[in-house]
């Protein structure tokens, strides 16, 4: 969104209503800078609909991003990956306990699948709402901190972390065994926690160190298979 920001603000510096549009720009109110450029023939109607793609492109996913409540998110991501592999199915109608999401059914005995989801949003202004804080996935300067928590790697064979920016989604898919092994799983998330319970927080800084375990929607139904 910031790209977009940038080369918005070279022109909203021409207008008479600088300050208004500004101030609607940090909000993200764009329909509203978008009109009103036009309105003052600083733009024209095919800039206009150029910066309305571009807005689109960048922002599909704000929807995703703009929801708050904790359990509707999780609910998001379990939803998401369902409907997209077929084959991984919900295991609402199984005796999981809530140990686990989804499962793959093999010949003999099943995967047993846990899903999290994680937005990519600026950390370092806590007070602004999901939605305008929002990164894309290119800001290679925006500071992110998407912590996956309440796993418990003993109660399922695999985790599927989504990873929601602005304009894309990114998967990452870990083995129980790689997730208690990896340096970044912190156990004893709450006290009084029952299991081996933890969190990972995937971030600006650590990213990189994730790049083995990220996949595409079709890798990541190929190695289910072979788990």
Same mark, same amino acid.
């Given at each position: 969104?910031?790209?977009?920001?940038?080369?918005?603000?070279?022109?909203?510096?021409?207008?008479?209503?600088?300050?208004?549009?500004?101030?609607?720009?940090?909000?993200?109110?764009?329909?509203?800078?978008?009109?009103?450029?036009?309105?003052?023939?600083?733009?024209?109607?095919?800039?206009?609909?150029?910066? /309305?793609?571009?807005?689109?492109? /960048?922002?599909?996913?704000?929807?995703?991003?703009?929801?708050?409540?904790?359990?509707?998110?999780?609910? *998001?991501?379990?939803?998401?990956?369902?409907?997209?592999?077929?084959?991984?199915?919900?295991?609402?109608?199984?005796?999981?306990?809530?140990?686990?999401?989804?499962?793959?059914?093999?010949?003999?005995?099943?995967?047993?699948?846990?899903?999290?989801?994680?937005?990519?949003?600026?950390?370092?202004?806590?007070?602004?709402?999901?939605?305008?804080?929002?990164?894309?996935?290119?800001?290679?300067?925006?500071?992110?901190?998407?912590?996956?928590?309440?796993?418990?790697?003993?109660?399922?064979?695999?985790?599927?972390?989504?990873?929601? *920016?602005?304009?894309?989604?990114?998967? *990452?898919?870990?083995?129980?065994?790689?997730?208690?092994?990896?340096?970044?799983?912190?156990?004893?998330?709450?006290?009084?926690?029952?299991?081996?319970?933890?969190?990972?927080?995937?971030?600006?800084?650590?990213?990189?160190?994730?790049?083995?375990?990220?996949?595409?929607?079709?890798?990541?139904?190929?190695?289910?298979?072979?788990?």
């Amino acid at each position: 969104m910031k790209f977009l920001q940038d080369k918005l603000q070279k022109v909203i510096a021409k207008s008479n209503q600088k300050k208004l549009l500004e101030e609607k720009l940090s909000i993200g109110d764009f329909e509203f800078v978008f009109v009103t450029l036009l309105d003052e023939k600083l733009i024209t109607y095919a800039d206009y609909l150029n910066f /309305r793609s571009e807005h689109s492109k /960048r922002n599909q996913n704000l929807a995703v991003i703009k929801i708050t409540a904790p359990r509707t998110f999780g609910k *998001w991501g379990e939803d998401h990956i369902a409907s997209l592999i077929p084959e991984l199915k919900p295991a609402s109608g199984m005796k999981s306990n809530g140990e686990f999401d989804l499962y793959y059914q093999k010949p003999k005995g099943i995967v047993k699948i846990e899903v999290k989801a994680g937005r990519a949003i600026d950390r370092t202004n806590d007070k602004a709402p999901y939605h305008e804080r929002a990164l894309i996935s290119t800001d290679v300067s925006g500071l992110f901190d998407m912590n996956f928590q309440q796993m418990k790697p003993t109660c399922f064979d695999a985790v599927i972390m989504i990873g929601v *920016w602005a304009d894309k989604f990114k998967y *990452w898919l870990m083995t129980s065994a790689e997730m208690k092994a990896n340096k970044y799983f912190s156990t004893g998330q709450h006290r009084g926690n029952k299991g081996y319970e933890g969190q990972i927080h995937i971030k600006t800084e650590n990213i990189a160190d994730f790049a083995k375990f990220e996949v595409s929607l079709e890798q990541l139904l190929a190695k289910v298979k072979k788990l």
